[in-house]
C-alpha cells in the first residue's frame, strides 16, 4: 500500500539519499531529484531517480506535469538539495553568493510555490526545510551559505503561519556536522577541533537526519510548525 508521495531534492547522494530510502522502505512513493542522472541502486520499485536541477523553473513546470500524469504529485515536500561555495567576505565572488543562493533559498521557493497548491487543494501536507546550524549560530568563510540557511528558517516560519489552517505544516531541520560529501574535505585535524564542541562526541550520522524527517512527516508531529529543529549532538544550545 502506498503510504504517500514524497519529492525530495538532492537525493544522488549523503543526506537526502538516506532520506529517500528510508521513506521508501517505509512504504512511500519517492521521486529524489539530482542535477546529473543517477541511481538509487536500490531493490524497491518505489524509488523513483529524476535528473533535475532545482534553480530551473521550466524544467520544474516539465516535471510538475509529469508527476501529475503519474500520479505522484507529492504529499511531502523534502527541500534538502544544498550547496556550499565557502570563501571568506572579503574574497567572496559574486558567483559564489548567487549560486548558494538561488540553490538553497531559490530552489525551495521554486518547488514549495509549485507543489503547495496541490497540499492546499487536498488540505494536508507536510513541507520539511534541510537547514543547518550554519544558519543559526554563523560560520566564518560562510556568509553566503549561512545567509540561505538563515532564510530557510524565515521561510519556514511564514509558510507555516500562511499554510497551517489548510492543515499544512512546514518545519525545517538544521543538521550539525554530519558525514557527507559535504564535509569530507576536513582533514582530522579540523575535525577533531570540531568535535571538542559537540558534548556527544562525534559528527552525525545521515541517519540521524532521516530519523527526524520521517517523524516531522508523520501523523506523531501533526501539532509541530514553523519550528527549525537542531539535529546537531548537542553543537548549538540556546
Ligand atoms: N553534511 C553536513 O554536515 C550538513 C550540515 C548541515 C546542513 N546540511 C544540509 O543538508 C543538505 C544535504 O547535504 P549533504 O551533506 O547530503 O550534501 P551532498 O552530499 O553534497 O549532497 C547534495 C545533494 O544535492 C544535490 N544538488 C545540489 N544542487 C542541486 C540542484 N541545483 N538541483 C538538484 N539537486 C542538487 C546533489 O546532487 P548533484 O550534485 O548531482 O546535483 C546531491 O544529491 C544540504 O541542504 C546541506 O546544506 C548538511
Redesign the pocket.
Known sequence: MNKGNVFI??????????IAIHFANNGYKVV?????N?DFDEDLNNLFPIK?????RDDIKDCFTELKSNDLLPSILI??????SDQIFLRMKDEEWDSVI???LT?TFNLSKIFIKNMIKNKSGRIIN?????GLMGNPGQVN?SSS?AALNGFTKSLAKEVGSRNITVNSV??????????AFLDNKSKEKIIKNIPLGR??N?KD?SKMVMFLASDEASYITGQTISV?GGLLMY
Open positions: 531534492s538532492g537525493a544522488s547522494r549523503g543526506i537526502g539519499r538516506d529524489g531529484t539530482s542535477r546529473k543517477f533535475l536541477d532545482i534553480t530551473n527541500n534538502n538539495a544544498g550547496i556550499t538561488e540553490t538553497n530552489g534541510i537547514s543547518s546550524v550554519s551559505y540557511k538544521a543538521p550539525g556536522y554530519i558525514e557527507t560529501d559535504m564535509t559528527f552525525g545521515v537526519i546537531d
